[in-house]
């Protein structure tokens, strides 16, 4: 079955300070990658979407995304971190073929310290 | 701008009352989601559908119906509320292969 793992629940940077938020998932073949953000009390925003071709996708708000392919990964990058970029953070996985469904890793919370 | 609105932010309902959360799109989408966000869990889809008329469920419909009347509607219904369905409903709208649209959530309480 598919899944998508986030192993990190919190992380607390520094604002000013890069930022890597962990995202692996288990499937047999690559599939569609997204990264979404949500801000307390809102919805979802995407971030960012792989579907092929070049590995790394440029986001919205400066983030970036890798996909590694041989590490069945899809790490969210930020180079200097914004207290307005706090939030939770969710990677999803979506399947080539069939419903169009997503599946979510559990999030997780980004807090920017001043 | 895609708008993908919800009826309400907040609701609170008593156990065993029969419950409508309502979400509608703007942009002539195939496909709409309704999804439950619990702590610890992430999003989990409950149901979605392609087309008018048209469901399935998803991973976790116990509980849970829906109806699409129209294409820009997707109603989801709790037709016994319980307090283990406490919890933030988010609806998503999507073409096919194209990223979803979430609607700002809807944080349901019963007591």
């Known amino acids: 079955a598919q899944s998508v793992t986030q192993p990190d629940i919190h992380i607390t940077v520094s604002e000013g300070a890069s930022l890597e938020l962990r995202c692996n998932y288990s499937y047999g073949a690559t599939p569609y990658l997204f990264w979404y953000v949500q801000s307390p009390g809102q919805g979802l925003q995407l971030l960012l979407k792989y579907f092929s071709g070049d590995t790394l996708v440029q986001g919205i708000k400066g983030f970036e995304a890798e996909f590694k392919r041989s590490q069945s990964s899809f790490n969210l990058r930020k180079p200097s971190v914004h207290w307005s970029d706090a939030a939770e953070y969710f990677c999803?996985?979506?399947?080539?073929?069939?419903?169009?469904?997503?599946?979510f890793g559990t999030g997780t919370r980004l807090t920017v310290i001043p | 701008d895609v708008k993908v609105t919800q009826s309400s932010r907040y609701l609170v309902k008593r156990t065993g009352e029969k419950v409508f959360l309502e979400c509608v799109q703007d942009m002539d989408h195939e496909n709409m989601f309704w999804y439950r966000q619990d702590p610890g869990l992430g999003l989990r889809l409950i149901y979605f559908s392609y087309d008018v008329k048209m469901k399935e469920k998803g991973d976790i419909p116990e509980g849970y119906s829906v109806s699409r009347e129209k294409k820009e509607r997707f109603s989801l219904i709790l037709e016994s509320a319980s307090t283990n369905q406490t919890s933030m409903y988010l609806c998503?709208?999507?073409?096919?292969?194209?990223?979803?649209?979430f609607g700002p959530g809807t944080r349901l309480t019963v007591t």
């Open positions: 998503a709208s999507s073409t096919f292969k194209e990223f979803k649209y």
């Open positions: 999803a996985v979506g399947l080539k073929t069939g419903a169009n469904n997503l599946f």
